[in-house]
């Protein structure tokens, strides 16, 4: 595992109303990175986009989906580098002009990269994936004032290297939070 890693991120973004229900945001990039070893060190390029498209269906209806990949210091993976890609899809709905509905899933799958090569490699400990779905509902009770109630429930499938197969099992987690946001104009 390198000592250090440096990283210089560039980045294009692209934004496109193709009608007044559909919106497109894009970016495409590149992550150069230098692994800092007490060795040599090793440098690299590893490209990154998103991708996401939102749909007001019907004035109270609306849809989103996006696509990313993205390269940067782990977060989640026991390595130098870590590589996410993440898709998801959601969905809102503002039931009343004080009430409105959410509700969407997520899937994220993180692979790390070792100082040696600077390659990435699912066998990175903590290497894996996790799918979440989540549900909100969230009610102004003033202008100054709003409340949410939400459920969030995801499993990872993480990959441990070296482990025996019960280490390998799915974990699961349930949240929910209830929230009072108050917003002083």
Same mark, same amino acid.
């Given at each position: 595992?390198?000592?250090?890693?440096?990283?210089?991120?560039?980045? =294009?973004?692209?934004?496109? @109303?193709?009608?007044?229900?559909?919106?497109?945001?894009?970016?495409?990039?590149?992550?150069?990175?230098? &692994?800092?070893?007490?060795?040599?060190?090793?440098?690299? &390029?590893? $490209?990154?986009? !998103? @991708?996401?498209?939102?749909?007001?269906?019907? $004035?109270?209806?609306?849809?989103?989906? !996006?696509?990313?990949?993205?390269?940067?210091?782990?977060?989640?993976?026991?390595?130098? =580098?870590? +590589?996410?890609? +993440?898709?998801? @899809?959601?969905?809102?709905?503002?039931? !009343? $002009?004080?009430?409105? =509905?959410?509700?969407?899933?997520?899937?994220?799958?993180?692979?790390?990269?070792?100082?040696?090569?600077?390659?990435?490699?699912?066998?990175?400990?903590?290497?894996?994936?996790?799918?979440?779905?989540?549900?909100?509902?969230?009610?102004?009770?003033?202008?100054? =004032?709003?409340?949410?109630?939400?459920?969030?429930? !995801?499993?990872?499938?993480?990959?441990?290297?070296?482990?025996?197969?019960?280490?390998?099992? $799915?974990?699961?987690?349930?949240?929910?939070?209830?929230?009072?946001?108050?917003?002083?104009?």
């Amino acid at each position: 595992m390198a000592s250090g890693t440096d990283s210089i991120y560039s980045e =294009l973004q692209y934004t496109r @109303v193709i009608t007044p229900k559909i919106t497109f945001n894009g970016s495409v990039g590149v992550t150069q990175f230098k &692994l800092l070893n007490s060795g040599s060190d090793v440098t690299g &390029l590893a $490209p990154s986009y !998103s @991708v996401s498209l939102a749909w007001q269906a019907f $004035p109270k209806l609306s849809f989103t989906a !996006s696509d990313s990949l993205s390269v940067g210091a782990p977060t989640s993976v026991i390595a130098s =580098l870590q +590589s996410s890609q +993440s898709q998801s @899809v959601g969905a809102a709905y503002q039931l !009343s $002009p004080k009430i409105s =509905l959410a509700a969407g899933v997520s899937r994220t799958t993180s692979t790390g990269a070792s100082a040696s090569t600077g390659g990435f490699t699912v066998n990175s400990t903590g290497a894996g994936t996790t799918t979440s779905a989540f549900c909100s509902a969230s009610y102004t009770i003033s202008p100054f =004032l709003g409340a949410t109630a939400s459920y969030q429930y !995801s499993e990872s499938n993480n990959q441990q290297s070296g482990a025996s197969g019960a280490a390998n099992a $799915p974990v699961k987690q349930s949240i929910f939070t209830v929230s009072l946001s108050y917003h002083p104009h």
